[in-house]
């Protein structure tokens, strides 16, 4: 009694503090005791959330209607209360009833669980092009449309961490992304297979040596956002974090800017709220002054 009496005070206290943090959690990474999924920052992800909601409820009527019925079975049809059990073996009406509610309740799941996946696919016509490459243990990335060669993003040690930095999350180059655009993200793997996932964007793809997959994102809230390498890919699997770093249109420019300074090149950077023209112009304008 004094053992059961401990346990569940110790649960509600467990329950007490999880529900502490969970109100102070941050948007972009998991929160020690965390219940339900990370904040959304992308239409795919507030569908994804919608979709996993739906499925609570129908979930949760199910359980309960069939532990009701084991309920009501456990108690009326006991040896005690039922000694000559009926012998009957089959009823039609309930047969075809009982196969034809789920197929129901499947296709009623399957039509907002198709359109998803087919909206999660690709942008229909995305504005940029961000390439991620799976590398043992690490992530490169490259912007084609920038002029961005790769460049390769590797996890912060622990002996090494800064001030704001995650343990276990934080990267020394993380990707920069525009917000309020539609990125295309193309995927693939110089090694084995890995997977890109950023739970706020509602993205886990897997990254395929020899094989390109495609996804996308549209980041409706600057902020960093944080991820993993999702399919394991051998001994630092675990090592390998994804930072996102989504920053204003004008900021992301900056950055392409930034990138591209000094450098020959044979095509101008595609910018996002300027052409290559007019932010070198500005560009000059500022070093004179
Ligand atoms: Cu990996």
């Not at 793997?189 to 890109?196: I, K, M, Q």
């Not at 000094?262 to 101008?268: A, C, S, Y």
Request: hydrophobic share 45%; with cysteine; proline share 6%.
């Amino acid at each position: 009694m004094m053992r059961i009496g401990r346990v569940s005070a110790g649960l509600a206290a467990g329950l007490a503090v999880a529900a502490a943090t969970f109100v102070g959690a941050a948007a972009s990474e998991p929160a020690p005791g965390q219940i339900g999924l990370q904040e959304a920052v992308t239409p795919v992800m507030e569908q994804l959330n919608s979709f996993h909601n739906l499925l609570l409820y129908i979930i949760t009527a199910i359980t309960l209607f069939v532990m009701g019925l084991l309920a009501y079975v456990m108690w009326r049809f006991n040896a005690k209360r039922n000694p000559t059990p009926s012998r009957t073996s089959h009823n039609t009406l309930i047969e075809i009833v009982w196969t034809v509610v789920p197929v129901i309740i499947l296709l009623f799941i399957a039509v907002p669980s198709f359109s998803l996946l087919y909206y999660m696919d690709r942008a229909e016509e995305p504005e940029m092009t961000l390439v991620v490459t799976g590398y043992q243990w690490h992530w490169g990335y490259e912007y084609p449309d920038q002029q961005v060669p790769e460049y390769l993003s590797f996890i912060v040690d622990d002996e090494d961490l800064e001030e704001g930095q995650v343990r276990l999350l934080s990267v020394d180059e993380p990707v920069i992304l525009p917000v309020d655009t539609d990125i295309q993200i193309l995927i693939k793997a110089g090694d084995v297979l890995h997977s890109w996932a950023v739970p706020a964007f509602g993205i886990k793809k897997d990254a395929v040596p020899g094989h390109t997959n495609e996804t996308w994102a549209r980041i409706e809230q600057e902020g960093i956002y944080y991820g993993m390498c999702s399919e394991l890919c051998g001994d630092r699997h675990g090592f390998m974090p994804i930072e996102v770093r989504a920053v204003s249109r004008e900021a992301f420019d900056d950055w392409v800017m930034e990138q591209v300074a000094g450098r020959d090149l044979e095509t101008p950077p595609q910018l996002l709220t300027q052409t290559y023209e007019e932010a070198l112009a500005r560009r000059q304008v500022a070093e004179v002054e």
